[in-house]
């Protein structure tokens, strides 16, 4: 797979890196409300955006993309987090270090599993069929798929090392923690965008291949 293209479209989009990073901050290992809020309404318009970039779409507005995508985005998000919070419960007794590991872990696959479907989403403006589709593509094209295998392998090892590097920063201020955090999050969000864009462009070939298979055998 060549991640030039993706990396390209993302860096012509870098300005949007900072204000995805913040909203999601976690302070005191707690996400603030309004960065909550923050990151629902930022991450349905930059998606939006790269898809139609990436498809070469009319462009919408801002406020267009946000209410075509809003509530899809919320609930794919929900449904994907899910396994992660009701696994949690099964290990939180555990020490900080093994509780941060299998956390990690979890957080990976369930990201690996969705690399297809949140493109998906955008492009089909819907919930079901983009999970199932997007779980099929993956699970049938895992030898294309490494390298964003890998993305999403290092992204979780930042996170890691992050939750790690955080006991030598103890006692834990505020502002170190918004720092630590606004820092993980820059590097996280930019893998993470590049994963996405490079996701989108390969399903965009897989459908001009059909497309012009389905006309060749006419």
Not at 69 to 92: E, R
Not at 114 to 119: D, E, L, N, Q, V
Not at 201 to 212: A, L, P
Request: aromatic share 12%; with cysteine.
């Amino acid at each position: 797979m060549n991640l030039s293209q993706s990396i390209k479209l993302v860096n012509n989009n870098v300005l949007f890196i900072p204000f995805l990073a913040l909203s999601g901050i976690m302070i005191m290992s707690s996400p603030m409300a309004f960065l909550i809020i923050l990151s629902f309404i930022l991450y349905p318009m930059v998606y939006g955006h790269l898809v139609e970039a990436t498809m070469r779409m009319p462009k919408t507005s801002w406020f267009d993309l946000l209410k075509t995508h809003w509530a899809n985005y919320l609930c794919v998000t929900i449904i994907l987090g899910l396994p992660v919070i009701i696994l949690s419960f099964l290990y939180d007794d555990m020490g900080y270090i093994q509780k941060t590991t299998i956390n990690n872990l979890n957080g990976f696959i369930i990201n690996c599993l969705a690399i297809y479907i949140w493109p998906l989403v955008f492009l089909r403006k819907q919930i079901k069929n983009p999970i199932v589709q997007g779980i099929s593509t993956i699970l049938k094209n895992i030898k294309v798929s490494i390298p964003l295998i890998l993305l999403t392998f290092v992204i979780f090892a930042v996170k890691f090392l992050v939750a790690l590097s955080m006991l030598k920063l103890l006692p834990l201020t505020t502002l170190k923690a918004f720092l630590v955090g606004f820092a993980q999050n820059v590097i996280t969000v930019y893998l993470g965008l590049i994963i996405f864009t490079a996701a989108t462009i390969f399903i965009k070939e897989q459908t001009d291949k059909q497309t012009n298979q389905q006309e060749f055998n006419k």
